[in-house]
């Protein structure tokens, strides 16, 4: 199973960015999709979290700002980030709790994509 992330970038602050990841290969189920974030010096942290029954939860610092969804057809969970800010800015990565065929449940990350935000 692979998570290819995409959609970082660098944006000005106040602006909008989407994120996209798509999980491939024999997958059977996706349970929990998510987006974490680390920023340089820091340790990676949590964004938001998505069930695979459309149940979201947020950090409190983007609550308002940033949307977590998911389209289960193709495997594939967005982050729309809305009134950017500075501190934002950040490598994010998503992460999924999959079953395959052979393999049974277990969590994935994909690489990170970089989100740079300009004051």
């Known amino acids: 199973v692979q998570l290819q992330a995409s959609g970082g970038g660098l944006v000005q602050a106040g602006g909008s960015v989407r994120l996209s990841c798509a999980a491939s290969?024999?997958?059977?189920?996706?349970?929990?999709m998510s987006w974490y974030r680390q920023a340089p010096g820091k340790q990676r942290e949590p964004v938001a979290r998505i069930t695979n029954d459309g149940s979201t939860n947020y950090a409190d610092s983007v609550k308002g700002r940033f949307t977590i969804s998911r389209d289960n057809a193709k495997n594939t969970v967005f982050l729309q980030m809305n009134s950017l800010k500075p501190e934002d800015t950040a490598s994010y990565y998503c992460n999924a709790d999959v079953t395959t065929a052979y393999i049974g449940l277990k969590n994935y990350w994909g690489k990170g994509t970089l989100v740079t935000v300009s004051s």
């Open positions: 290969g024999t997958i059977f189920s996706i349970n929990v």
